[in-house]
């Protein structure tokens, strides 16, 4: 099965990502958390993709397009995977729809997560990541069991540069300019399938699996 999680920053796509992709028994494709790794570990094209996403801005369909091409082509990827944060502009879905064809693929579904805007912003001022394991929490919502710690893995909570309120105005603007026209892309093509995820982690997830299941 081939899916795309669809939604502004904020929408819930990576806490809702890995627990589809695990369900599904799939694997988890997060364009931002390759790149966050990529970073991390110093790599070139990490460096390249860090002054993008630390300023809010996308990073250039090349770099974004070509690191999918390379993570879908592994093994693990046979059976299906779970695409969040891809695609994300015009570009980006039709050189995946070229992909796909040449293998032979398509997309099952685009689930979209539906949330208004001063609810993505609430959502992600509040937020922190754990700087080991990438779990995240929210300062009101969902604090951690002891203050500043992960309780998966116990390393340190921090506000990832692109949750500052700048980066954050600006990530907002370009989901709105380059991002938001995708919507009507896999409209036109019958596969989106839009999902209010403004409720509680557990009722998104239900809904999400109903329309999984219903995949199936
Ligand atoms: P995310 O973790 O999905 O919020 O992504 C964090 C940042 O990584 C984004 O704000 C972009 O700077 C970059 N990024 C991730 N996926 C893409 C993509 N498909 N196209 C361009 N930039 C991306």
Redesign the pocket.
């Known amino acids: 099965m081939i899916l795309v999680l669809f939604g502004p ?1 904020g929408a819930g ?2 806490t809702q990502g890995a627990r589809i992709a695990e369900t599904v028994g799939i694997p988890n494709v ?4 390759i ?2 790794g990529l970073a991390a570990a110093g790599t070139e094209v990490g460096t390249k ?1 860090l002054g ?2 630390k ?7 090349q ?2 397009v070509d690191l ?1 091409r390379e993570r879908i082509a592994q093994p693990d990827c046979e059976g299906g995977f779970l695409l ?6 015009i570009a ?1 879905a039709e050189i995946l729809d070229m992909m796909l064809g040449e293998l032979g693929l398509s997309i099952d579904a685009v689930l979209n997560f539906d949330v208004a805007e001063d609810v993505l912003i609430e959502r992600l001022s509040g937020r922190r990541t754990c700087i080991t394991c990438g779990a995240t929490y929210h300062v009101v919502a969902v604090p951690p069991k002891l203050d500043g710690k992960c309780d998966a893995c116990g390393a340190d909570l921090v506000q990832r540069a ?1 949750d500052m309120p700048e980066s954050i105005r600006t ?1 907002l603007r ?1 989901y709105a300019g380059k991002t938001a026209p995708v919507l009507g892309y896999y409209d036109a093509k019958g596969s989106l399938k839009s999902i209010d995820a403004v409720g509680s982690p557990e009722d998104v997830f239900a809904s999400v699996t109903a329309i999984v299941q219903s995949l199936a």
């Not at 997060?30 to 958390?33: E, K, L, N, Q, R």
């Not at 969040?84 to 502009?89: E, L, Q």
Request: glycine residues 12%; hydrophobic residues 35%; negative net charge.
């Open positions: 920053p796509k990576g997060s364009t931002g958390a790149f966050r993709a993008y996403m300023a809010g801005e996308l990073v250039p369909d770099i974004v999918v969040d944060g891809f695609p994300r502009t980006q692109d990530r370009e």
